[in-house]
């Protein structure tokens, strides 16, 4: 092979950030030129071969909306293969969405590229900040191959070469993987000053040279594992160069080292695969920055947007489509239009300068209407579907929760709704009962009683308003089913008596949480009798950017802490069975760092922070909710947990994947950008010894910290990480600027901020699974809505039982094409398991699918309609049960009759 000529493949692309360092209406402006003008290439050169679109859909989609009759060019190009892709809808970040949303993700990028005629077979993906372990198994599940990436690689890549076999969760199951040397910029600006307009551009063909000549000796020395080499014309926004036939056709009468072809990615993949190398393995997750900047800071930027978009997706993934999907059972037509609108919506949030928070401010003003359009559609639909599930409208108020994790728990309900509609009087001294009549732990307060007249079925009826505040805690929900409790004003129940609260701790049967005098929290745990110190809140200056943190020089560097802070403890006895300690003062820090990024003088401003800690009956978990009022610039808070455990690592979920890390950064010397020590977590992080763990479990705040103490590992949480640039080269955690130096200072987060998080002590490696899947029912919380109409008596607890150790659920919906149901869950535990599926509808038949829901082998049923399913380890299932759509109940099905018009909080 040394003596054989390499073979270039140039690919001639764009990058494409729909939104960055200026706002996407304005990035559509050059997108439209940059595609017409593309088109006419196309159209007017035949021997130009092809061109890459970067990989995503939302550009054409975008365009589309500005240049409807441009579709059939569009169309005729992509059918000839001279336009290419796909087969994401967008290119997102991997890490801060969740994994039901990369696979989404996929389905709509794809079915929207094979609409204009083909999809890219390729997973290119080139420029997210990492890329999670199971992105192998997401694009197999798609009949994808390969994976072509930019960063991510650490000291393995000596040991991997360029290609290699990128196994995923569940070993069985990998791809091809590409790393792109020099990234995907390696032959951007061929023979052309970096300007536009291209096409009146000289090609200077002695620099064209040089630079192939140095990206090919770049590339031998990373060791390619055939004679292809992998070249990528193009860039950032980048158009395409007109004169490349003529630049390639010219290399290769200069030179006999390297052959060129034009070509694209498949092309390029095809033509390794047919070589058929012996390659490396790797297993695991990419996320060093020997190569590139890995950006890690972006976890923590802009936290609030974060926050917003966790809970959309857990609205979308696990509250609206589950609804739904019972509701079209019961007979109402399946939403798919608008859930595909709101899921389209979301995903224009999900690339990595959106939802990682690295851009101007009037890109992430933008981001606020689509979220508030993507919760006003789910909760809309969720409500209309709960309603579905009513009879009659009766004369009191019922309260629907719906449990949407797979487990049967106990579920606080904390609601607020406006225009409350009942044909009877309340009174706030009741309480809500269930169906045997038994009262359940309520807090409920109906104020501000009025009078209004609606119209239904040509009849007028009055019904009394109310504005309300209900807490409940809602006993023992079956997983995936909905609870209705009825509101009776004479009801009375007694807290439980295991709750207990002093002047300065609270108690239940199996911790007591205590505040001591110099301003830490403690926590007892009586089953082990370990008891865990020093709990704080943890604040320092940070002269960082958007992408990432760093710390002043160390012999300016300070860190304050909440101990010995001016503060005030109060502690609650809540009628919703409950038990609460409120702690709450001001923390004095810089005020700000000045246009050096010294400290400015000693003037400091005050950061008030009130913090909720929650303890329910028979729980070894303490929630927090904890509210900051910013008014600091240039800083990182963060709440602290001492664990008392000495190991080195943590487990964290990610998607599809329980990650196991070594604790502490640093590691990297000579890299591009040294690794870290602040991680990922989607919502569970663990820390456990042989007979003891400590769970940290968040809302929407995913970077965390695992560091070693005086007493063992602390874990630290990032609630807000403030600065006020988009980039900047004088970091000490990284050695230049990542972006444009421009100003953002909607990025210090000013203003009152909520986050929630929680605690669980547990039993060691033993427990591990039944921790992750409580962890996952805190992340889920529960869903409630208020209804006039009763639940009808024939309806089932439970819309599916899905059972097995370690199982965690990731999807219910309606299949995409037929008229079934999808179910699609994973193994959290790092050895096969068995699931069992038990759907309280009537299933004809059940099928394996890929994430694709196309149809694979059939599965069995038993006489009791459970299906049971062998999964591996790391392992992704997609289930397909086909319903008797006629009775799928035992009833027969028919169409709500009172969905639509019930309007309800």
């Not at 007249?453 to 807490?471: F, G, K, M, N, P």
């Not at 870290?676 to 663990?686: C, D, E, F, M």
Request: with cysteine; net charge neutral; hydrophobic share 35%.
């Amino acid at each position: 092979m040394e003596s054989s000529p390499r073979v270039g493949i140039v690919v001639p692309h764009t990058h494409w950030d729909r939104a960055w360092y200026n706002p996407f209406e304005e990035f559509r402006v050059v997108l439209v030129d940059r595609i017409r003008r593309l088109l006419d290439l196309l159209e007017r050169r035949p021997e130009y071969t092809c061109f890459v679109f970067d990989g995503q859909m939302v550009p054409f989609e975008d365009y589309l909306e500005i240049h409807p009759e441009d579709r059939p060019r569009l169309e005729r190009q992509v059918r000839a293969g001279r336009l290419i892709v796909g087969p994401w809808y967008v290119l997102p970040d991997e890490y801060l969405v969740s994994g039901e949303s990369l696979v989404r993700n996929l389905l709509i990028g794809m079915k929207r590229a094979d609409e204009l005629g083909r999809c890219m077979r390729v997973g290119y993906i080139p420029d997210p900040f990492g890329h999670v372990s199971q992105l192998p198994q997401i694009l197999a599940g798609f009949g994808i191959d390969s994976a072509i990436f930019a960063r991510g690689l650490g000291n393995d890549s000596e040991r991997l070469g360029i290609e290699f076999e990128w196994q995923s969760a569940c070993p069985d199951i990998s791809v091809m993987a590409v790393h792109q040397i020099g990234s995907y910029i390696n032959l951007h600006a061929w023979g052309v000053p970096l300007r536009e307009p291209l096409d009146t551009e000289k090609l200077n063909y002695d620099a064209a040279l040089r630079r192939l000549m140095e990206i090919t000796r770049q590339m031998e020395a990373a060791r390619p594992a055939t004679p292809y080499l992998l070249l990528s014309n193009g860039m950032d926004h980048y158009p395409a160069q007109p004169g490349l036939p003529e630049l390639i056709a010219e290399m290769n009468r200069r030179q006999s080292r390297v052959r060129l072809r034009h070509g694209s990615f498949e092309d390029f993949v095809r033509a390794v695969q047919s070589e058929k190398p012996r390659l490396e393995k790797y297993r695991g997750e990419l996320h060093d920055g020997k190569h590139h900047f890995i950006l890690s800071g972006v976890f923590s930027s802009r936290m609030p947007l974060k926050q917003e978009n966790f809970g959309c997706q857990n609205l979308l993934e696990s509250v609206t489509e589950p609804l739904a999907t019972w509701a079209w059972l019961l007979g109402r037509d399946y939403p798919s239009g608008l859930l595909d609108y709101a899921w389209r919506t979301l995903m224009k949030n999900h690339p990595h300068d959106d939802i990682c928070g690295c851009s101007t401010d009037e890109v992430h003003e933008d981001m606020w209407p689509r979220f508030k359009h993507v919760r006003e559609v789910g909760r809309r639909v969720a409500d209309r579907s709960l309603a579905d599930m009513g009879g009659e409208a009766g004369e009191g108020l019922s309260l629907y929760v719906f449990n949407p994790h797979t487990e049967t728990r106990d579920i606080p309900v904390r609601l607020y709704p406006h225009n409350v509609r009942t044909r009877s009087a309340v009174v706030s001294d009741g309480a809500f009962v269930d169906g045997r009549g038994n009262a359940v732990p309520t807090s409920a307060v109906f104020v501000n009683e009025r009078r209004a007249t609606l119209r239904r079925d040509e009849e007028d009826t009055s019904v009394r308003l109310y504005d309300a505040h209900i807490h409940l805690h809602a006993p023992a929900v079956p997983g995936l089913g909905v609870v209705e409790y009825r509101y009776d004003q004479h009801a009375h129940v007694e807290v439980a008596d295991e709750l207990s609260y002093r002047k300065n701790s609270i108690s239940n049967a199996y911790l007591r949480l205590s505040a001591a005098k110099d301003g830490t929290l403690s926590l007892l745990d009586k089953i082990s009798g370990k008891s865990l110190r020093g709990f704080v809140f943890e604040d320092e200056p940070d002269m960082g950017d958007e992408y990432d943190f760093s710390p002043l020089p160390p012999e300016r560097h300070q860190v304050t802490t909440t101990r010995y802070w001016r503060h005030d403890v109060t502690t609650y006895l809540r009628p919703h069975g409950v038990v609460e300690l409120c702690m709450q003062g001001g923390m004095s820090l810089l005020a700000a760092l000045g246009a050096e990024k010294w400290p400015r003088g000693l003037r400091t401003a005050e950061c008030f922070i009130w913090t909720m800690a929650r303890l329910y009956p028979g729980s070894r978990r303490v929630e927090f909710e904890t509210r900051v009022l910013n008014g600091v610039r240039d800083h990182r808070l963060r709440a602290v947990f001492p664990t008392g455990i000495n190991v080195d690592h943590t487990y964290a979920d990610s998607a599809f994947d329980i990650v196991k890390r070594a604790i502490g950064g640093g590691h990297g010397e000579g890299w591009a950008q040294p690794s870290q020590p602040t991680h990922h977590a989607h919502s569970r992080v663990l820390v456990e010894s042989r007979d003891f763990g400590v769970a940290l479990f968040h809302r929407g705040t995913p970077e965390y910290e695992a560091r070693l103490g005086k007493r063992g590992v602390e874990l630290c949480l990032t609630l807000l990480r403030c600065v006020g640039r988009l980039s900047g080269n004088d970091l000490l955690t990284r050695s230049g600027g990542a972006g444009p130096e421009y100003s953002t200072s909607q990025s210090q987060c000013p203003g009152c901020h909520t986050f929630e998080y929680a605690l669980e002590l547990y039993d060691g490696p033993s427990r591990r699974e039944e921790v992750l899947s409580h962890g996952r029912g805190y992340a889920l919380g529960g869903y409630a809505r208020l209804s006039i109409l009763p639940k009808r008596p024939e309806m089932p607890p439970s819309l599916v039982q899905l059972h097995g150790k370690g199982v965690e659920l990731s999807a219910l919906k309606k299949c995409e094409t037929r008229d079934s149901v999808i179910l699609r869950f994973w193994n959290t535990s790092g050895k096969r398991t068995s699931a069992r599926i038990r759907p309280a509808f009537r299933v004809l038949s059940a099928f394996l699918c890929n994430l694709r829901e196309e149809r694979g082998v059939p599965l069995a049923i038993d006489r009791r309609g459970t299906v049971r399913i062998d999964v591996r380890a790391g392992e992704i299932v997609t289930v397909e049960l086909v319903s008797d759509l006629d009775a799928p109940f035992g009833f027969q099905r028919t169409p709500p009759k009172y969905g639509d018009v019930t309007r309800l909080p």
